[in-house]
């Protein structure tokens, strides 16, 4: 008999793990039902499958650029307020072992991206903390600005120094420090936010709106036929 206990156990938690399982499989089906609903009442197109192309093509993200098994899904692309958009969950895995045992770890983004005019230079601009502060007195060069509130709430990193000061002109830097978890990042001709988690259906209005007012206040001129950007 004294086979039967473990082997009790064994059963129970084989069924928890099924039944997590399975509810996982209907949240992310609902999740995904609702995406493509509220993607449609937009106006927006949806894609539901993995994409290991759009995601290689999002990988100048230096948030992104990590691990393997990238890939995005629940794609939602069109046109919002004038301008081409594109929104995605975004997934990568990365792998550890002690010599022992083996953890894959899977992390996802939802990322939201704007078609821009122009090819423009390279702008990364993220929210101060803790790593930052090291990798700065290590040598990592941030971009400081007139208001310190700004400079203490946001590294802003870019080799056209120039650029990025006619990006955070006073108007983008009042605007980002009412939006001090935003994750901005600029190259080609392309702008994209992003945060940590899956992308969530009450959350696309929202997030479409920001990135759109971004770009509203990025300045014309840099967007001009003569304007050379270093």
């Not at 069109?78 to 894959?104: A, M, P």
């Not at 009450?202 to 920001?210: F, K, R, S, T, V």
Request: contains cysteine.
């Amino acid at each position: 008999m004294d086979f039967v206990v473990p082997i009790l156990l064994f059963i129970v938690f084989a069924a928890l793990v099924i039944g997590l399982g399975i509810y996982a499989h209907i949240t992310e089906r609902k999740r995904r039902d609702a995406l493509a609903a509220t993607a449609s009442r937009l106006g927006l197109s949806f894609a539901p499958d993995r994409d290991y192309e759009l995601a290689g093509r999002f990988q100048w993200i230096d948030a992104l650029d990590h691990g393997s098994n990238r890939y995005a899904q629940n794609a939602v692309a069109g046109t919002w307020r004038n301008h081409q958009v594109l929104l995605f969950d975004y997934h990568y895995q990365v792998t550890t072992s002690n010599g022992k045992t083996t953890q894959t770890t899977h992390y996802h983004h939802p990322v939201f991206s704007l078609a821009l005019p122009q090819p423009c230079p390279e702008v990364r601009i993220v929210p101060e903390n803790l790593g930052s502060k090291i990798a700065q007195a290590l040598g990592w060069e941030d971009i400081d600005f007139e208001s310190a509130e700004f400079s203490r709430a946001f590294v802003v990193r870019s080799k056209d120094r120039k650029f990025a000061y006619d990006i955070c002109h006073p108007r983008m830097m009042e605007f980002l420090l009412a939006h001090r978890d935003l994750q901005i990042e600029i190259e080609g001709d392309a702008l994209a936010t992003w945060s940590t988690g899956r992308l969530q259906p009450d959350a696309i209005e929202a997030g479409l709106d920001l990135i759109a007012a971004i770009r509203d206040l990025m300045p014309n001129y840099l967007f001009s036929e003569t304007q050379n950007h270093a």
